[in-house]
């Protein structure tokens, strides 16, 4: 049975209880979270006792602490856990237990990983961890090997481990995020090059795109779809007839698919989006969170008048309160179309013409109101 400290839920309490402030605090990538327990875990099965808290030492050489919530040891097998801290960074899996388990396996057969519960496993090519494997990527695999060699070698033992990773609940959590359309099965992936979460870096979303991206490349897709959300999802995907593994979503980030179709092409691109993202994007902004981009209204006034507009229509727009407004109000200006063939043209820019693009805009019914595929 494993022991659960007393202090468990007051650990969950500190961690769950993030309240933002000015600097951001970083926290702790699930992979280093695997690091430290598997350390952890290891020292126990050698030596009867649990560090704790443990220190692990980072790719770029920090050494953080990770105080334990959980231990056990029994039958050969020694299992730690640790409560993810992902600072002030609104990570899905923050407050997470992230658990693991080591036992000794014969010698020569050096570490080998398992996947958990609330882990997920690997269906289909394309990822950094071929088909069949434990979702725990290069970068983890390596901070936990390097941490469990450097202890054995410290201990005078070999390191010919099972290393069984485990997320309670991690299953349902992962119906958050991309694993189901990635092929990732039955849980979340262990994720992290650095083993540090950096607040609003929104690393692991843009991780999800560039996965995406590869996954569709590996199974023979030579046409996808980057998306802004729900509705212009629904809409492409209804238009084209796709299926999950052909889109993307790639939220406000359209700048990191952009980039990294640039390096990793793919035949045809439709980016599809609610008018004001679409503005931004035609204005030049590769982010278009709303804290990091704004509609030029300005601009968008005179692109009306450079269509058509009368004068006072193309003065209220110069005022407008938002985007919409302008678009509702347009009438018969196609202002939908001049700002679709706009987008493109940065698109294309931003790819260096490797692959066809498309811009769809659609309305928040999912009615397309502009559209430009050159």
Request: contains cysteine; aromatic residues 4%; negative net charge.
């Amino acid at each position: 049975m494993v022991y659960w400290r007393a202090s468990l839920e007051q650990v969950h309490s500190k961690v769950m209880s993030r309240k933002p402030k000015l600097p951001l605090r970083k926290g702790w990538t699930t992979g280093a979270c695997a690091a430290a327990a598997a350390l952890a875990a290891f020292e126990a099965l050698e030596t009867g006792v649990f560090p704790d808290p443990v220190s692990i030492r980072l790719p770029k050489g920090e050494r953080p602490l990770f105080e334990l919530a959980c231990m056990d040891l029994v039958d050969g097998a020694a299992t730690a856990g640790i409560v993810k801290d992902a600072g002030d960074d609104p990570d899905v899996t923050h407050g997470v237990t992230v658990l693991a388990t080591i036992r000794r396996n014969v010698p020569g057969t050096g570490i080998i990983f398992h996947a958990g519960d609330g882990v997920g496993t690997v269906t289909k090519p394309g990822l950094p961890v071929v088909s069949g494997e434990p979702a725990i990527n290069p970068g983890p695999r390596k901070m936990i090997g390097d941490a469990l060699l450097d202890s054995a070698e410290a201990l005078d033992v070999t390191a010919d481990l099972d290393v069984t990773i485990a997320i309670p609940g991690g299953e349902e959590i992962a119906k958050k995020t991309w694993n189901p359309r990635l092929g990732i099965v039955g849980g979340l992936s262990i994720l992290g090059t650095t083993g540090i979460v950096h607040p609003y870096s929104c690393s692991a979303w843009i991780h999800s795109i560039h996965q995406g991206i590869d996954v569709a490349r590996a199974t023979g897709v030579d046409h996808v779809a980057g998306v802004t959300g729900r509705t212009s999802e629904a809409a492409i995907g209804k238009m084209y007839g796709f299926d999950e593994g052909a889109l993307i979503d790639m939220g406000d980030f359209v700048g990191g698919m952009l980039k990294y179709l640039r390096r990793h092409p793919i035949e045809r691109l439709t980016v599809g989006g609610g008018f004001a993202k679409m503005v931004k994007l035609a204005q030049g902004n590769l982010d278009l969170h709303s804290s990091r981009s704004q509609v030029d209204f300005k601009q968008l006034a005179q692109w009306l008048a450079d269509l058509g507009a009368e004068p006072d229509d193309v003065a209220r727009a110069e005022q407008a309160n938002t985007a919409a407004q302008i678009l509702m109000s347009a009438g018969s200006i196609e202002i939908g179309g001049l700002v679709a063939r706009r987008a493109r043209e940065v698109a294309l820019a931003t790819l260096s013409g490797r692959t066809a693009v498309e811009i769809v805009i659609v309305d928040r019914n999912g009615t397309v109101v502009g559209r430009a595929d050159g």
